[in-house]
């Protein structure tokens, strides 16, 4: 069992910047990728980045050269450096990560931080 805990979100102007973490606990040693998504009222959950173990990281079109993942394994804490944040990117954010689980992964979630980007 995993257990991930967002925090950071809040209200920012736009073109601001947040950070948000994710503090995971429990059979860390099983994770082997963690990510970030978003979603907003009536569409899907999007994906924004990834970063395994190996840190390879990866990141959505749609926010690349503004956002940046990266870990801190001593604090088992996974963070999302958003800058120069734009109002239709409110949304709910939420810490995923994929966990050995033989003879497969399984996913686990965060509860979700709430990001809002207004003046």
């Known amino acids: 069992q995993v257990q991930l805990v967002e925090s950071g979100g809040g209200l920012v102007q736009p073109g601001g910047s947040l950070r948000l973490s994710c503090a995971a606990s429990?059979?860390?040693?099983?994770?082997?990728?963690m990510a970030w998504y978003r979603q907003t009222p009536g569409k899907q959950r999007e994906l924004v980045a990834t970063i395994t173990t190996g840190n390879n990281t990866n990141i959505a079109d749609s926010v690349k050269g503004r956002f940046t993942i990266s870990r801190d394994n001593a604090k088992n804490t996974v963070y999302l450096q958003m800058n120069s944040l734009k109002p239709e990117e409110t949304a709910v954010y939420y810490c995923y990560c994929n966990a050995l689980n033989y003879p497969g992964l399984r996913g686990y979630w965060g509860q979700g931080t709430q990001v809002t980007v207004s003046s």
């Open positions: 429990g059979s860390i040693s099983s994770i082997t990728s």
